[in-house]
């Protein structure tokens, strides 16, 4: 297969994003995509290329993952991350994770240092003070001030609701393989314990030779619907990414309902996006190319 150079995507959230943010957003989906630029350009793989997006957004306090981490019920932050390589559709992953600065970081640790493909709760942070990762409170003010809000605002409302969140990156190298990583603190008061489809290949995040993807919503759609993985398939079977993504989000828009975002990214560097929710902040670049930042849909 013929490949253009490397490429990457990300995306940090799809939401109803206040219109105050979104400078920042974009600064911050901006920076991402610059700094798995940096390694893509210097020959790094896509998997580290994915990785080094991510870690910044789960850095940045705006983004819904690592630190600035939505609370649930219990008013703690329980992480979901996941990584996966198309050319050999290896893939590890946490969820429900606590007390870690990067989950992202332990998704791959579990696919590198284990036979496994993903770790929960308790286990899973056992496995991540086994592997050196530090002890990291995720809570910002912020956060803590939202669940503030939704706890006095919502008593006996429903136990999930949806936020502005999850983050992700889509890369391509100039070897032709394919990464995609996804991060996420789930939704706002969602019951403890609760995972949804970041970690869950196929679900919120997939790779393969053709194609790779990261999604974003309402978890529980994306795992109902495996769209990651019907997403790579499309492109698969000859469908330009946006046009997949587009064709996806229509048809949920009518089965399911539309709290969704994707970004997709085909083997030959193509770029899809989309998002049924007010706001998805996302960024993209092509090597040679500038770098490409929106905040909604044009
Ligand atoms: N898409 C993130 C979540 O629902 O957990």
């Not at 350009?41 to 993952?65: C, K, M, T, W, Y």
């Not at 870690?100 to 332990?106: A, E, G, K, S």
């Not at 936020?163 to 995609?180: E, F, N, S, Y």
């Not at 997403?231 to 469908?239: K, N, S, T």
Request: net charge negative.
């Amino acid at each position: 297969m013929d490949v253009a150079g490397w490429a990457v995507a990300v995306h940090g959230g799809a939401g109803a994003w206040r219109d105050e943010d979104e400078a920042t957003a974009c600064a911050g989906v901006s920076a991402a995509v610059s700094g798995a630029a940096a390694v893509l350009e210097g020959g790094g793989s896509a998997l580290q290329a994915a990785i080094a997006a991510v870690v910044r957004l789960e850095d940045d306090p705006l983004f819904n993952a690592g630190t600035g981490a939505v609370l649930n019920r219990d008013g703690e932050a329980e992480l979901d991350a996941s990584v996966m390589t198309g050319h050999d559709l290896r893939c590890g992953g946490v969820a429900a994770l606590r007390g870690v600065r990067n989950p992202v970081l332990v998704a791959q640790r579990v696919m590198d240092a284990t036979p496994h493909v993903l770790l929960a709760g308790e286990g899973a942070l056992r496995f991540a003070r086994d592997q050196g990762f530090a002890e990291h409170d995720p809570m910002t003010v912020r956060a803590r001030a939202a669940w503030r809000l939704r706890c006095q605002g919502e008593a006996g409302a429903a136990p999930t609701t949806p936020g502005a969140g999850t983050v992700g990156a889509v890369t391509l190298d100039i070897q032709g393989r394919l990464a995609a990583a996804t991060s996420t603190g789930g939704v706002i008061m969602k019951l403890p314990g609760r995972v949804g489809d970041s970690p869950i290949p196929g679900a919120g995040n997939y790779a393969n030779a053709w194609a790779a993807c990261s999604a974003t919503g309402r978890g529980e759609l994306m795992m109902r619907l495996l769209v990651a993985r019907d997403l790579c398939d499309r492109v698969r079977a000859g469908q330009h990414p946006q046009a997949a993504v587009n064709s996806l989000l229509e048809e949920m828009r009518h089965d399911v309902g539309a709290d969704a975002g994707f970004i997709l990214l085909s083997a030959r560097g193509a770029v899809g996006i989309a998002h049924g929710t007010p706001a998805m902040p996302h960024a993209w670049q092509n090597s040679g190319g500038p770098v490409h930042v929106a905040f909604r849909r044009p």
